[in-house]
């Protein structure tokens, strides 16, 4: 802090009165403006008190706009009459009760400086009498403690300002994180059965024994997540994701089925990878737009779940427990999603997502002629207290079978419709062929007091081969109920009961490879079952996430699969899990 101001305290009571009225009595935020206007402000009060303005008043009367009974009027007149220190506004205007910037009170408080110090030269005793100048000599001395005090606390921050500005990580870059570790088990009987009650791939009546066991093990795992949030303007934000994960899901040679799959699993030996890379940009006041360039997902995006389980790691432990299914596209590659407000209590939502092969140009792959995922959604919001939405699914997946042989010369992805819940149907319908589906589903919550939130969702999809004429149709519900602040602020009690999702119905049979006596290669099978759930894969949850601190929260979580690949044959699987979260 400059020498000047420090030497202007001893007449610190008397200024800072002057120029706090002077200044239209409150202040603005600390970011200056820099327009003509404000400009123009700045050069008029630096005039005041030195020139002859055709703006300068000698009477507050001459203000248009202040009156007797304005609380600082007394203050005002003494500022105006006795000190000739204010000038006002060019349209004879004093605008007292307008905010101002720290640009005007600096100019406001420097013209009533020049003013005192041309007074106190002249040594006009008409304008500085002693009587003042024992007020401010008092005020000096009893206020000489505080000042001191003040000073020191404004050097230290100085110094601590550098500081931060030294070692900073980035001006427009911020670093946030996320680290999950995790005890988990799941306990019951390995899935063998189909829905159909085939055996599962690999299993058969003379080994079926080895199988129907349970075959997990206790289990530690982690997983770590680094944001690096950019921004330019104030209201965009560059994001860049990295992930590192240790949890191989429940599913498969584990469980027999993806039903039992955590909410945060994921393969991997802790290897580093960006796991997301978006730009989020606003496009006037009411349309957002995120372009994402690798493994987007509908929910990632600008598309709302309504759901108060959304998160991976603070919400619910299940995979499916997190928000309808049907909103993950399936399709993990680049894309984009939008927001647009349509007033006050709509908004349209909607995006597009292409496959993981979005970055290939060869042939079946690319930006739009792979698979590909496109969402529309209406949310309606009737009050604070409210939201449903209403969406409608359309996607492609090429097929990892694409001849009748059976083979998959492109290398497309088996088609996983259900983004890697309920039954192995319902996420491949057809054996890998390529299909397209139409989905529609509502969702919605209702925030009946602050500590009580109820909601579910329900998806339907009517999915067609585009080999054949083959169609079938997949279904899932949910209802669950959120308890925010559970005995203690920023925690959180969720119970959910659904249905997995489940094919109903399926006009597909498997087809005739090798030799076929009677028959053709690439036929349907008329001795194959088709590929449809007979029991509905019932999902019950219960978890509850406590809050040790504003950085670390416990979550002990278990959820039962009855009726595991929509089979009754197969045992319900129960899962546990203890999931604690850092974050930063």
């Keep these: 802090m400059s020498r000047l101001i420090w030497n202007s305290f001893w007449l610190t009571p008397l200024l800072l009165g002057t120029a706090v009225v002077s200044a239209n009595a409150q202040m603005s935020s600390p970011a200056a403006s820099t327009d003509a206007s404000v400009l123009n402000q700045i050069s008029t009060y630096s005039a005041e008190g030195r020139t002859n303005s055709l703006s300068q008043v000698t009477s507050v009367s001459q203000f248009t706009d202040v009156k007797p009974t304005d609380w600082a009027f007394q203050a005002l007149q003494s500022l105006v009459e006795r000190y000739g220190c204010i000038v006002g506004y060019p349209d004879k205007t004093y605008r007292g009760n307008r905010a101002l910037s720290r640009w005007e009170f600096a100019a406001g408080l420097n013209a009533c400086l020049d003013k005192i110090q041309e007074l106190i030269a002249a040594a006009t005793a008409d304008f500085v009498k002693k009587e003042d ?39 427009t870059t911020k670093l946030n994180g996320e680290v999950i570790f995790a005890i988990a088990d799941t306990f019951g009987d390995r899935a063998v059965r189909t829905g159909n009650d085939s055996f599962l791939a690999g299993i058969n009546a003379g080994n079926r024994a080895s199988f129907e066991e349970d075959r997990t093990e206790t289990i530690f795992g982690n997983r770590v997540r680094l944001n690096f949030d950019t921004s330019f303007t104030g ?33 991997g030996s802790n290897e580093v990878g960006i796991d997301e890379l978006y730009y989020r940009f606003p496009v006037g006041k009411n349309l957002r737009i995120q372009i994402d360039a690798t493994q987007n997902e509908f929910y990632d995006g600008l598309v709302s779940s309504l759901s108060p389980f959304e998160s991976s790691g603070a919400g619910a432990v299940s995979r499916f427990g997190r928000f309808n299914p049907f909103l993950r596209s399936g399709n993990a590659g680049a894309g984009f999603t939008f927001d647009l407000a349509l007033g006050q209590k709509f908004s349209l939502q909607g995006g597009y997502i292409a496959d993981s092969a979005s ?9 739009f002629n792979g698979g590909y995922s496109a969402i529309g959604q209406l949310v309606f919001r009737p009050s604070r207290a409210f939201d449903i939405g209403f969406n409608y699914v359309r996607a492609y997946y090429p097929g990892s079978n694409t001849n009748a042989l059976g083979a998959n010369p ?22 890998g062929e390529a299909l397209s589906s139409d989905t529609a589903s509502v969702q919605a919550q209702w925030r009946v007091s602050p500590k009580f939130t109820f909601g579910g969702w329900f998806g339907y999809t009517w999915a067609y081969n585009k080999r054949t004429n083959e169609e079938a149709q997949i279904q899932n519900w949910a209802a669950f109920m959120a308890f925010p602040d559970l005995l203690k602020r920023g925690n959180l009690g969720g119970l959910l009961f659904g249905m997995q999702p489940r094919v109903l119905d399926n006009d597909y049979r498997a087809r005739f490879t090798g030799t076929n006596p009677g028959g053709f290669q690439g036929q349907p099978n008329p001795n194959n079952r088709r590929r449809l759930d007979e029991a509905p894969p019932f999902h019950l949850e219960a978890f509850y996430r406590y809050r040790v601190n504003d950085n670390i929260a416990i979550t002990p979580g278990v959820f039962v699969l009855f009726n595991p690949e929509g089979n009754r044959a197969n045992s319900a699987q129960v899962v546990g899990v203890i999931r604690t979260t850092f974050t930063f």
Excluded: C
């Design 410 to 431: 492109f290398g497309q992805p088996t088609p996983n419709l259900t983004g890697s819940t309920g039954s192995a149907y319902a996420s491949n319908p057809f054996g």
């Design 235 to 267: 209201r965009d934000r560059l994001r860049t994701r990295l992930q590192a994960v240790n949890l191989t899901p429940f599913s498969g040679a584990f469980t027999g089925t993806n039903g039992t799959r955590l909410s945060f699993d994921g393969a």
């Design 359 to 367: 970055n290939d140009p060869g042939t079946k792959n690319g930006l």
């Design 133 to 171: 100048l024992e007020v401010v000599k008092r005020l000096q001395e009893e206020f000489a403690a505080e000042l001191a005090s003040l000073r020191g606390r404004v050097e230290s921050l100085e110094v601590r300002t550098a500081t931060l500005e030294k070692q900073q990580f980035s001006t």
